[in-house]
């Protein structure tokens, strides 16, 4: 299929990296990093409250379901090769689904179809059957189809939830309150609401960070390195390709719930396809195919918006101007660089930095 | 015919010639660069306020119209030079990406100048009364001019691909551009020209739009994507699928809004007819690309 292609295209868009190794799932170093993290985030709405600022403990916790839905994007582009220009649609079902049950535990159904329990595993399955649904239509398709086939699907997912009146049309859903969890856990309390989506970000990462590195992860990485060798020596590439699609639409799905629960709101913006472009320029920013890509670019790009816009209306300009430069220079986003510093501190950058200049040049070239 | 099929008919004729202006400059951008171009309908948006600033200057549609043309297909000569020439060869995640860090920028640029809220362009006063097509029907002339200028425009582009040198540069690029670069075709020039041309056709879509929808900030972005349906249903590359892709995409969509409401109220009352309606018949029109991908990613206008 992909040979038969009319022009010569560069092959599938991102390299995934190098495995480091068979030495379990992180370096040394890598470990320092993530629980020094963990401690700054679980740390951090102390700070805050103690500062008086607690209006950003509602901002990092926005920040924390971006790099969810971001991370999840990361497992398709990165390290399936599977560039989808839709994946706000899986976001936008998982908000649509808490939305959906906090309207049926209004209705007829009991209180605790809204219940975090309940509301948030089935925006995860809701999410996860669009994605099967989509998916096996959609990877009949290669390269540009691939991309122009997702954003259809998210187009019509759009255009269902815009018309459906009792989801609120054009104006989106206001829901009563977040979810209910029990364990003498307070959703509505913005501080354990943020130590909860705290703590499904860490598991998320940590997941998919095993996933990435399971024998699954290894298999779909050399699909997106070599479909056809993978194909020839017996891996059922469809299978796992759709596999993928399924993870990354719950994970993102789970995002969504989340979002919808920050924000007592689910609006239909979540499912535009501009909303897709900005997952996208997340992850790109970040680092396509790193462990931390999704993060660094949400983290990086939620901040900028922020401080950006609190000096001037026009942050998307400069975004957008950075995005531009960060595709022209051929860079792989902040995971490259840090990788880079990283490997010339230690002073062995030959293999490394090698590695990851190949890898650049993959992602972007 | 009754009027109200004719109407429709007209409607959706109108609709599907607008897409077809900008699906033209989008399909030869893909099929001769191979390059997905989201800013398209950011040129969209600079042509209609191109049109505004010259009308301001000028007072005249007639005029400000094709100085806003021309206007706009300088801005793409010089974003091809700059940028986007920049582009060609990398990857489509890299393309998608530029090119939508374009539509940031272009959005904001646009926001500093004009302000967020739309602005009107006036109908030109000759054209702002109905025109009776029969004793009980009339409609805009202005619109009548539209889908007139629009026919027009088909024609000449045609006679562009197909009897002109620069035509034939064209075809010669999109179908073998090596071999074309091999024979003698200056290809950088054929590429910042047809990116200029898509400008273009683009600027007058914008600009003669700008008194029935008025101009917007990001204006592009919904209809830039109804312009990416159209290409992959007509085969990308392939100005003769655009402009079936368009007329069928014009129909299918002004169809479904003006008839399904009634079949909604007729068969199925429990759905809210306003609503749902508008948005099935958008839903199809993404169907119909979906289908197409899926069975004939090549397009339904084209050999290969």
């Known amino acids: ?365 | 015919m009754s009027t109200f099929a004719i109407e429709q008919t007209l409607n959706g004729l109108q609709l599907g010639l607008m897409l077809f202006l900008l699906a033209a400059g989008l399909t030869l951008v893909f099929g001769i660069m191979d390059l997905i171009n989201l800013a398209h309908g950011s040129l969209y948006m600079f042509g209609g306020f191109l049109t505004v600033v010259f009308m301001r200057l000028t007072g005249n549609f007639a005029i400000a119209l094709p100085l806003g043309i021309v206007a706009a297909g300088l801005l793409g000569a010089l974003l091809e030079m700059t940028l986007l020439r920049r582009l060609y060869g990398r990857s489509h995640l890299s393309q998608v990406l530029a090119t939508f860090g374009l539509i940031l920028v272009s959005n904001d640029a646009i926001r500093f100048f004009f302000g967020p809220g739309a602005v009107m362009l006036d109908m030109p006063a000759a054209l702002s009364q109905p025109l009776a097509l029969t004793d009980h029907f009339s409609y805009s002339s202005y619109r009548l001019v539209v889908i007139a200028v629009g026919i027009l425009t088909a024609i000449l582009l045609s006679l562009l691909i197909n009897r002109t040198r620069f035509g034939m540069w064209i075809r010669a690029g999109a179908s073998d551009r090596e071999t074309a670069q091999a024979m003698g075709v200056n290809i950088r020039l054929v590429f910042t020209l047809v990116f200029a041309l898509g400008a273009m056709l683009c600027a007058l879509a914008g600009g003669l739009l700008g008194p029935i929808f008025s101009v917007q900030m990001g204006m592009g972005e919904s209809i830039i994507i109804l312009a990416f349906v159209v290409v992959v249903i007509g085969g990308m590359g392939s100005i003769k699928g655009a402009f079936f892709g368009a007329i069928a995409i014009g129909f299918l969509d002004t169809l479904g809004r003006s008839l399904l409401p009634s079949v909604i109220r007729t068969h199925f009352p429990d759905l809210s007819a306003d609503t749902m309606a508008p948005a099935i018949a958008a839903m199809l029109t993404y169907a119909l690309m979906i289908a197409v991908l899926i069975w004939r990613p090549q397009g339904l206008f084209k050999t290969a």
């Not at chain 1, 295209?9 to 991102?14: G, L, R």
């Not at chain 1, 993290?37 to 924390?64: C, E, K, N």
């Open chain 1, 1 to 365: 299929m992909t040979e038969k292609t009319a022009h010569a295209m560069p092959q599938a868009a991102v390299l995934p990296p190098v495995v480091p190794g068979p030495t379990g799932m992180l370096s040394r170093l890598q470990w320092t990093a993530a629980l020094l993290a963990l401690a700054a985030a679980i740390a951090f709405p102390i700070a805050a409250s103690t500062l008086d600022q607690a209006f950003y403990i509602g901002f990092a916790t926005r920040i924390m379901i971006y790099v969810i839905v971001v991370t999840s994007l990361n497992l398709l582009v990165g390290y399936a090769g599977l560039v989808s220009f839709g994946h706000a649609a899986y976001f936008g079902v998982g908000a649509y689904a808490v939305g959906a049950a906090s309207l049926l535990a209004a209705g007829t159904l009991p209180a605790w179809v809204s219940s975090a329990w309940v509301a948030w595993p089935f925006a995860m399955v809701a999410s996860a059957l669009l994605a099967l649904a989509v998916g096996a239509l959609a990877l009949r398709t290669r390269q540009v189809y691939f991309i122009m086939i997702t954003l259809a699907f998210g187009q019509m997912v759009y255009y269902l939830f815009i018309g459906m009146k009792s989801f609120g049309s054009d104006n989106g859903m206001s829901l009563a309150s977040r979810s209910s969890m029990g364990l003498g856990l307070d959703l509505a309390s913005d501080t354990t609401f943020y130590y909860v989506v705290l703590a499904l970000t860490a598991a998320t990462l940590l997941l998919l960070t095993m996933v990435v590195r399971s024998r699954f992860g290894v298999v779909m990485q050399g699909i997106s390195e070599n479909e056809s060798r993978m194909s020839a020596i017996g891996v059922p590439v469809y299978r796992y390709k759709l596999a993928c699609f399924v993870i990354a639409g719950a994970f993102a799905g789970l995002a969504g719930a989340l979002l919808a629960n920050q924000n007592a709101y689910v609006s239909p913006r979540v499912l535009d396809w501009t909303q897709s472009g900005i997952l996208l320029m997340m992850l790109i920013v970040g680092g396509v195919g790193y462990r931390c890509g999704g993060v660094y670019g949400a983290v990086l790009l939620l901040v900028l918006e922020e401080v950006i816009s609190s000096h001037t209306e026009y942050w998307q300009f400069f975004v957008g101007v950075g995005l531009i430069a960060v595709v022209l220079l051929g860079n792989n986003g902040i995971a490259s660089l840090l990788d880079k510093l990283v490997s010339l501190l230690r002073r062995r950058k030959a293999p490394v930095a090698a590695n990851h200049k190949a890898i650049a040049e993959g992602a972007t070239s």
